[in-house]
């Protein structure tokens, strides 16, 4: 059974930072890429980075420069260091896995998503 656990949410100040953890357990196939969204309340989940498994990564336009994602494919581990926090990346933040396995068939996982509160 796949399980993506999520953890370093909180609340943080504008201008602080945050680092989100997410690791993946039960993995029995070949993982494309891991990835963190997030959704606000009243808004739909978006995109905030990606990484594959040979390290490419890609960000959303609000959050480059700011936020770096990295991972650990040995330990099916995603990060995501966010600097310089502003209210607007307030939000539930879920991490995404994505694989494939051996005759092709393709899988797409979900963490249960922690809260990042940025507020004075």
């Known amino acids: 059974q796949v399980q993506l656990v999520e953890s370093g949410g909180g609340l943080a100040q504008p201008g602080g930072s945050l680092r989100l953890s997410c690791v993946a357990s039960g993995i029995t196939f070949s993982v494309n890429a891991m990835g963190w969204y997030r959704q606000a309340p009243g808004n739909k989940r978006e995109l905030v980075a990606t990484?594959?498994?040979?390290?490419?990564?890609n960000y959303a336009d609000s959050v480059k420069g700011r936020f770096t994602i990295s991972g650990d494919n040995a330990k099916n581990t995603a990060y995501l260091q966010m600097n310089s926090l502003k209210p607007e990346d307030t939000a539930v933040y879920y991490c995404?896995?994505?694989?494939?396995?051996?005759?092709?068939?393709?899988?797409?996982?979900w963490g249960q998503g922690t809260q990042v509160t940025v507020s004075s």
């Open positions: 995404n896995l994505r694989g494939r396995g051996f005759l092709g068939s393709t899988y797409d996982y």
């Open positions: 990484i594959t498994s040979s390290g490419s990564t």
